[in-house]
């Protein structure tokens, strides 16, 4: 088989099992923890409240009636009576738990500033968290803590990369949809001379002394940035040439390293672009690394846009009129998408329609029965939307970063949404 039909046969399959419920919370509660990071209150007066697994809902009311009795002694006015009325808000919602949930419970109260003086509304938001909470926190701030849900979700396991010739060597990490160049170090060897004779082998003793001391500290930067790294997985190491293996088959890495070598790889260059290569050619290696899936699943749609055209569906209109048809296989979306779904009534007719909002554009909202205008009944977020037809029809999800080119020309190209599609469809009759 050709080096082409093996590059058509990779892409030809869509290799995920797409996303699965656990995943998705985690998405919202991303998205979600984006939005209260930006929340701000007039003073010190937004709460946030870590409840661990495990302790009586009971004390923890006893605590609030504590933190609400030294509030009324707040000599500000509003702040007072913000910081009561949240107090009030979240013993309120802790009454619906006879226990704390499983893995403990968040609770965000406050007054939010939505930027006119003056002009404050209480928000109050409760979260079950993705880990077991063990430690009890009460806080009031101008802003939302959410530190501890971040730590969380972030992304735990991490691999090693890096790519070594006789002139650099360049380490970097890889973890969860992040890819950092850590350390680029140059190794002083001269390339070819052209003295001849006795010369000819004093220069090449010179060399080969230079190469050793080179990988010596080639070996010491690969202890110190990798030996201390309690989650890595692995390393994979790369390169042109022959260089790397005399690297890893000599005496120059640090034995606890060694056991965690998950391959070697050849790369046609070094530096930084050996490092993106090496990510690149060791997607067998790392498939389940997000970053590496999420750069492979665009490329298998760029695939598609490229060979098979027809089944291919880009733009968030495009791609839901394509869902309603349940023609959809596999369905890409950028989490920095940004658009809402509207639910809409007539209130003299009864006619329902659902508007799909992009950025700050304005829907029409007039009836096209009667004319009247259309009231909001509901809206939710578009990319919620988007994950409800996808669970409906069958389709598989993935969620993709702008941490990737391939992420970023996701967004800037192609509107944020893309799908590779079952089979051929038709928009003519779209009700969009």
């Known amino acids: 088989m050709s080096s082409r039909d093996e590059w058509e046969e990779e892409f030809e399959k869509i290799d995920t099992e797409g996303l699965g419920e656990e995943e998705i919370r985690k998405y919202l509660l991303r998205k979600l923890i984006r939005e209260l ?7 010190t007066e937004l709460i946030s409240l870590y409840i661990p697994a495990g302790r009586p809902i009971a004390d923890v009311m006893n605590v609030l009636r504590q933190e609400y009795a030294t509030a009324t002694n707040i000599k500000d006015r509003t702040t007072r009576h913000h910081v009561l009325d949240a107090l009030e808000a979240i013993m309120q919602r802790l009454k619906y738990f006879r226990q704390t949930p499983p893995n403990g419970l968040v609770i965000f109260c406050g007054y939010v500033s939505r930027g006119a003086p003056g002009d404050e509304k209480l928000e109050c938001y409760v979260i079950e968290p993705p880990e077991r909470l063990t430690s009890y926190l009460y806080r009031c701030d101008s802003r939302f803590y959410t530190e501890i849900l971040e730590e969380m979700l972030e992304d735990k396991d991490v691999y090693g990369l890096m790519v070594i010739d006789r002139s ?5 990490l890889l973890k969860g949809r992040r890819l950092e160049i850590v350390e680029n170090i140059t190794s002083g060897v001269p390339g ?11 220069f090449q003793r010179i060399i080969e002394q230079l190469a050793h001391e080179f990988f010596k500290r080639a070996g010491e930067y690969m202890a110190k940035i990798f030996l201390n790294i309690p989650n890595l997985k692995g390393i994979i190491i790369g390169g042109p040439g022959p260089t790397k293996y005399t690297f890893v088959q000599g005496d120059y890495i640090h034995y606890m390293l060694k056991d965690k070598i998950l391959g070697i790889v050849d790369t ?3 530096g930084e672009a050996g490092i993106y290569e090496l990510a690149k050619k060791s997607y067998k290696i790392l498939k389940d690394v997000q970053y590496i899936k999420e750069k492979h699943l665009v490329q298998q749609f760029m695939y598609y846009v490229v060979k098979k055209s027809e089944l291919t569906a880009y733009g968030i209109r495009d791609v839901v009129r394509a869902l309603e048809q349940g023609a959809v296989a596999l369905l890409l979306i950028s989490e920095e998408l940004e658009g809402k ?6 209130p003299k007719c009864d006619y329902k329609s659902t508007k799909l909002v992009v950025g700050a554009e ?13 009231t909001t009944v509901d809206e939710v977020d578009a990319v919620e939307y988007l994950l409800k037809l996808a669970r409906q029809t069958g389709a ?8 990737t080119e391939e992420g970023k020309l996701l967004k800037s190209t192609f509107g944020g949404v893309a799908a590779i599609l079952r089979y051929r469809i038709f928009y003519e009759y779209s009700t969009y």
């Open 37 to 43: 990071r930006n929340k701000k209150g007039r003073g």
């Open 168 to 172: 650099e060597a360049t380490f970097a």
């Open 192 to 202: 070819k001379h052209s003295a001849g004779g006795q010369s000819q082998r004093r």
């Open 268 to 270: 046609g260059y070094s």
């Open 341 to 346: 779904a509207l639910y809409l009534k007539c």
């Open 362 to 374: 304005k829907p029409d909202t007039r009836c096209p029965k009667c004319g009247a205008e259309l």
């Open 396 to 403: 598989k999800v993935e969620l993709i970063s702008s941490e």
